[in-house]
């Protein structure tokens, strides 16, 4: 079956130093499987010593994804961890029950940033387990006769990434130049991001800026690019369990994650501190503590 492309915009938001174009989460459209965020960020100068420019900060429940298309990025974290990456590697960190991390300059790099930063959310079974970090410099790839395609996460078109992933999801990196035609798992919905250039999928129009979201039961998307384009493919078994998400924290009640703003408020040891020069972020408020703001 082929696909009817429901289209969303991203809602422009700042992180650091840089502009983020937030497709995931957006109202309406919470989730792709356990994909659960995704900023299009950049792309934007930065020099050797002011880049993106993230201070110290939580994450609990989930996988931060760092995928660059230009530049280089520097990730440190509370484990110790310290490990730049560049275009075609996958910084990945998967939280478990709590670690802390900074995204700063390379002290090497000057020239454009530009990338995707996506969350995976874990399912119950690790979402309180140990923290870990892993680089991944070699990735596989596919020619699919109009796209070359990067698989960071998951298995796609015959080849598997050999990121940790605690549920069904895939993410893949389409270079594309010409049409494609994509093979997609009827059992997983997907969801297509434009980084670059404009394409067509199956006939609808998608742009930076904006993410295409493909439901359940489609097996292959025709994907034209109106030039050369450069898009993201995200997808998983629509996740089972209920989130609640609030700033860097992925739970599954407010109750949950008003401990751990209190872990981090508190510099208790559930996430550690990171060995970076940038200053250390504060949480805000929980959004339902007041009245007055809404989500
Ligand atoms: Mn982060």
């Known amino acids: 079956m082929r696909s009817t492309l429901d289209v969303s915009e991203s809602h422009v938001a700042r992180v650091g130093r840089l502009s983020v174009r937030r497709a995931l ?69 998967t939280t478990g029950h709590g670690v802390a991390h900074s995204e700063e300059a390379t002290d090497q790099y000057a020239g454009d940033l530009e990338g995707a930063q996506l969350w995976i959310a874990l399912p119950e079974a690790t979402r309180d387990g140990a923290a870990t970090f892993e680089h991944h410099g070699d990735l596989p790839g596919v020619d699919l006769n109009g796209a070359e395609a990067t698989v960071f996460v998951g298995a796609f078109a015959g080849v598997t990434s050999p990121a940790r992933v605690d549920s069904d999801v895939v993410g893949v990196d389409l270079d594309l130049r010409g049409s494609t035609d994509v093979a997609l798992r009827a059992d997983f919905e997907h969801a297509l991001v434009v980084l670059r250039g404009r394409v067509l999928v199956d006939g609808v129009a998608l742009t930076p800026g904006q993410l295409g979201f493909i439901g359940v039961g489609v097996d292959e998307a025709r994907v034209e690019p109106l030039a050369g ?36 408020t508190t510099r208790d040891a559930r996430f550690g501190d990171v060995a970076s020069p940038l200053p250390r972020l504060d949480a805000p408020a929980p959004y339902w503590w007041t009245s007055a703001r809404s989500a």
């Open 25 to 93: 989460p957006r109202r309406g459209r919470r989730m792709v499987g356990a994909w659960c965020f995704l900023d299009h960020m950049g792309p934007s100068a930065v020099t050797r010593t002011a880049s993106l420019d993230v201070g110290p900060h939580p994450h609990c429940g989930l996988q931060t994804v760092t995928w660059l298309i230009e530049g280089e990025a520097l990730h440190r974290d509370s484990l110790g961890s310290e490990q730049v990456v560049s275009p075609g590697e996958l910084n990945l960190m």
């Open 229 to 264: 384009a450069r898009v993201l493919l995200i997808g998983g078994r629509p996740f089972a369990e209920e989130i609640a998400m609030w700033w860097n924290f992925v739970a599954r009640t407010r109750e949950e994650i008003e401990a751990a703003r209190e872990s981090w």
